[in-house]
């Protein structure tokens, strides 16, 4: 296994550790871990395309990865209450959807490669979790008037998914039509 895949799998390893935390509610090590975990993604990504070690392997479990980590995070917020239930709907559903679309496209031998808009969903989600897990910055200017950085970002990372969602399906909606 090369090191962009160890990196893939170590952040797979590392979901228990930030689930135990987060239910124990301890934020900030939970937060500690999961900015490990959302760092090998753009490492092992990194390395890969540089060093020429994509593989199969990769190309199927660094998304479901990034998946895995930012969807076990808002479920447990979820559960404690820090985030809304519909907004981890919304995320879930376009997730299953393109996930979907890639099998049907697989499995006649097309590769729906990764959007820009798909990259900048993940980073938003990523930022939302950890804003969050952080507790919203207690410094931030606006928490007087109610306004949380970590909620606001959830909504942009909300409405990033949406549209990289619909733009997956506009450029590649023959993939159900040729069924």
């Given amino acids: 296994m090369n090191l962009p895949n160890k990196l893939t799998m170590l952040r797979v390893l590392l979901i228990p550790i930030m689930i135990i935390f987060l239910m124990k509610e301890y934020y900030s090590a939970a937060a500690a871990v999961f900015m490990a975990a959302s760092i090998t993604d753009a490492f092992d990504g990194h390395i890969a395309r540089s060093r020429n070690l994509i593989t199969d392997f990769g190309k199927l479990m660094d998304p479901l990865a990034d998946k895995l980590l930012v969807v076990s995070a808002l479920v447990c917020l979820?559960?404690?209450?820090?985030?809304?239930?519909?907004?981890?709907?919304?995320?879930?559903?376009?997730?299953?959807?393109?996930?979907?679309?890639?099998?049907?496209?697989?499995?006649?031998?097309?590769?729906?490669?990764?959007?820009?808009?798909?990259?900048?969903?993940?980073?938003?989600?990523?930022?939302?979790?950890?804003?969050?897990?952080?507790?919203?910055?207690?410094?931030?200017?606006?928490?007087?008037?109610?306004?949380?950085?970590?909620?606001?970002?959830?909504?942009?990372?909300?409405?990033?998914?949406?549209?990289?969602?619909?733009?997956?399906?506009?450029?590649?909606?023959?993939?159900?039509?040729?069924?």
């Fill in 78 to 179: 979820v559960q404690l209450g820090d985030v809304q239930g519909w907004m981890v709907i919304v995320i879930l559903a376009r997730e299953f959807l393109i996930t979907g679309l890639r099998g049907v496209a697989a499995s006649s031998g097309k590769v729906i490669a990764a959007a820009k808009s798909g990259k900048l969903k993940t980073i938003t989600q990523m930022l939302a979790v950890i804003l969050i897990l952080l507790k919203n910055f207690p410094c931030w200017p606006f928490t007087a008037m109610g306004i949380k950085p970590g909620t606001v970002m959830l909504w942009i990372a909300v409405f990033m998914t949406v549209y990289s969602g619909v733009e997956y399906m506009l450029k590649n909606g023959e993939v159900f039509r040729d069924m």
